[in-house]
């Protein structure tokens, strides 16, 4: 691992960890990380397969910035490819210490649309999210209420691409469709999940249940 990957990754986990205790003296440490690295790029240049991969985007915030993070499908998994440029949230003010993020514009309307939405509805949840696309026992335990915030992120066609990936148990639901119960019960968006046939809804509820 070279060095530009390595500050790369330390500098995001240390913005989760600010997040998890926040403490406002982790963002700036990790600020002082990104300074360090110039105006190199935030993450290697892609190749012609990764362009053309399957994408997502989610929106992410700790106590003083949020940005977002573009996920590829590459070789069966997700795989986090750049960030956008942090932005205060307090002053509104773009990070400036490095270039090298990705440009904002390259984010779908309804992610931007989606941050302000993810800031106003909380969600009961408890302890720290586990590896994206991972099962977590404490999520298993309360049956999936609510699955992961990255599984909330994903988008029909995302969906679609990740369920075929995985095996669950069957877990059915009484006098409602799939559709009512993920969007009333699960915390899904209705417009991430609507476009699923029948079965995909059935198995992304027994995926819920299952932890992830």
Known sequence: MNRRRFVFWISLGI??????????????????????????RIAPAESTSEAAAPEHWTSATNNTWHWYEREKF???????????????????????????????????????GGYEEDRDVVVEDSGPETAPGKPDPAR????????????????????????????????GVSGMSFLTHLT??????????????SDEQALLHAAAHYGY
């Open 140 to 171: 298993r335990a309360r049956h999936g209420r609510p699955p992961s915030k990255w599984l909330r992120s994903l988008h029909a066609d995302e969906l679609r691409i990740w369920l075929r990936t995985i095996d669950v148990p069957e877990a």
């Open 74 to 112: 590459i070789e069966g998994r997700w795989k986090l490819t750049g960030i956008t440029t942090p932005i205060n949230n307090f002053t509104g003010e773009r990070y400036a210490g490095r270039n090298g993020y990705l440009d904002e514009s390259l984010v779908p309307a309804e992610v931007r």
């Open 15 to 40: 913005f989760g960890l600010a997040e998890k205790l926040r403490a406002g003296a982790l963002d700036e440490l990790a600020a002082s990380i990104l300074r360090s690295t110039g105006s190199k």
């Open 184 to 197: 009333r019960d699960h915390s899904f968006r209705e417009a991430n999940v609507i476009d699923l046939t």
